[in-house]
């Protein structure tokens, strides 16, 4: 950091952009104002109604017709033993539906907290893993999800995102959902017995709303997810044990790929949309990777004009 602000870097921390006017090059923040020769705009999947609205104001043609729903499962290391070979083991299964970004040996499961277009809140699970310096929970958490495309009528994958957020909210009373592998299998919801008797083997890393998620998530998103679960079971023998734990929904947006005018992700002259809001990444290494491509474009831009 250091290093940067030697060479002229200046970094306002707790502000939000909110505004920009390409054709005066400003940008306006809830703190200030500021002038421009090129602008990089990468505000995440956090960002991503915030880049929508600012894509429709400016005009700038885009679609989001893409995203990925499912749930997280919750399992012991001696369940899913794989880990310990392949920390994030790929399947890749019918439907549309794979096991996506596995978290072992000190894996919690959390909720990011998104707003609707209308600042309604709503969640999506994730997972995460603390580094070797925390003691091991013997856990495992990783997602399945199925990849969803509209096409005909093209509708908004953010908006069936909010839809389906919001619904689960509903039954999860503000939070999200979690039910146990052995209660979803004899058609019950999980109540809070479901964590604590019986199917109790392990202490949920989330606490939120024991419930059926199968009153929430989509038929053909469901049905896909649980042939995969099947599926997996028959290569990870263990994996579908009734304490298992489903946790619902988590929701992935895809981005909302702009229309670039070159293939340095420039949207407008000198306005430039990276990462996962603009649907360049999914992941840490595009979005800087796609940082350096915006770069370059601003090099070259200024070489050719020079
Ligand atoms: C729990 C979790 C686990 C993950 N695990 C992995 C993994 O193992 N491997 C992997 O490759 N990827 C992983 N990812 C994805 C990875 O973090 C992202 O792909 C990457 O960070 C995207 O970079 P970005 O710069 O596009 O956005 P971000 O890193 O999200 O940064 C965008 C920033 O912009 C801010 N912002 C939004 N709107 C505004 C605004 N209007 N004004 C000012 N600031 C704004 C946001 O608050 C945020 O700080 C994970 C993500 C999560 C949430």
């Given at each position: 950091?250091?290093?940067?602000?030697?060479r002229?870097?200046?970094?306002?921390?707790?502000?939000?952009?909110?505004?920009?006017?390409?054709?005066?090059?400003?940008?306006?923040?809830?703190?200030?104002?500021y002038?421009?020769?090129?602008?990089?705009?990468?505000?995440?999947?956090?960002?991503?109604?915030?880049?929508?609205?600012?894509?429709?104001?400016?005009?700038?043609?885009?679609?989001?017709?893409?995203?990925?729903?499912g749930?997280?499962l919750?399992?012991?290391?001696?369940?899913?033993?794989?880990?310990?070979?392949?920390?994030?083991p790929?399947?890749?299964?019918?439907?549309?539906?794979?096991?996506?970004?596995?978290?072992?040996?000190?894996?919690?499961?959390?909720?990011e907290?998104?707003?609707?277009?209308?600042?309604?809140?709503?969640?999506?699970v994730?997972?995460?893993?603390?580094?070797?310096?925390?003691?091991?929970?013997?856990?495992?958490?990783?997602?399945?999800?199925?990849t969803?495309?509209f096409?005909?009528?093209?509708?908004?994958?953010?908006?069936?995102?909010?839809?389906?957020g919001?619904?689960?909210?509903?039954?999860?009373?503000?939070?999200?959902?979690?039910?146990?592998?052995?209660?979803?299998?004899?058609?019950?919801?999980?109540?809070?017995?479901?964590?604590?008797?019986?199917?109790?083997?392990?202490?949920?890393?989330?606490?939120?709303?024991?419930?059926?998620?199968?009153?929430?998530?989509?038929?053909?998103?469901?049905?896909?997810?649980?042939?995969?679960?099947?599926?997996?079971?028959?290569?990870?023998?263990?994996?579908?044990?009734?304490?298992?734990?489903?946790?619902?929904?988590?929701?992935?947006?895809?981005?909302?790929?702009p229309?670039?005018?070159?293939?340095y992700?420039?949207?407008?002259?000198?306005?430039?949309?990276?990462?996962?809001?603009?649907?360049?990444?999914?992941?840490i290494?595009?979005?800087?990777?796609?940082?350096?491509?915006?770069?370059?474009?601003?090099?070259?831009?200024?070489?050719?004009?020079?």
């Amino acid at each position: 950091m250091d290093r940067l602000k030697k060479r002229g870097l200046e970094i306002h921390l707790e502000e939000t952009a909110s505004e920009v006017h390409p054709k005066d090059r400003i940008l306006l923040t809830d703190k200030g104002k500021y002038q421009y020769d090129d602008l990089i705009l990468a505000p995440g999947r956090r960002g991503f109604s915030f880049l929508q609205d600012l894509m429709k104001r400016l005009r700038i043609p885009f679609i989001d017709h893409v995203l990925d729903i499912g749930i997280r499962l919750e399992t012991t290391i001696e369940q899913y033993p794989i880990v310990k070979d392949y920390y994030d083991p790929k399947f890749l299964f019918p439907d549309k539906v794979r096991t996506f970004c596995t978290n072992a040996f000190r894996a919690y499961v959390v909720q990011e907290k998104y707003l609707t277009a209308s600042g309604d809140p709503y969640y999506s699970v994730n997972g995460h893993a603390y580094s070797s310096k925390r003691q091991e929970n013997g856990l495992v958490n990783f997602a399945l999800l199925k990849t969803v495309m509209f096409t005909e009528p093209l509708a908004s994958g953010q908006k069936y995102a909010e839809m389906i957020g919001l619904q689960a909210m509903l039954l999860g009373g503000g939070r999200p959902i979690m039910q146990r592998v052995g209660d979803f299998r004899l058609g019950k919801r999980s109540t809070e017995a479901a964590f604590t008797g019986d199917l109790y083997f392990f202490e949920p890393t989330l606490h939120c709303t024991p419930g059926d998620i199968s009153l929430s998530i989509p038929a053909k998103i469901l049905r896909g997810i649980w042939k995969a679960m099947k599926l997996l079971d028959t290569i990870v023998p263990g994996v579908l044990h009734p304490s298992t734990i489903m946790y619902y929904p988590e929701i992935k947006l895809y981005g909302n790929k702009p229309t670039f005018i070159d293939p340095y992700f420039q949207a407008l002259p000198h306005l430039y949309l990276i990462g996962d809001g603009a649907g360049t990444s999914r992941g840490i290494t595009a979005a800087w990777a796609s940082g350096i491509r915006a770069v370059e474009g601003i090099l070259r831009q200024g070489n050719s004009q020079g």
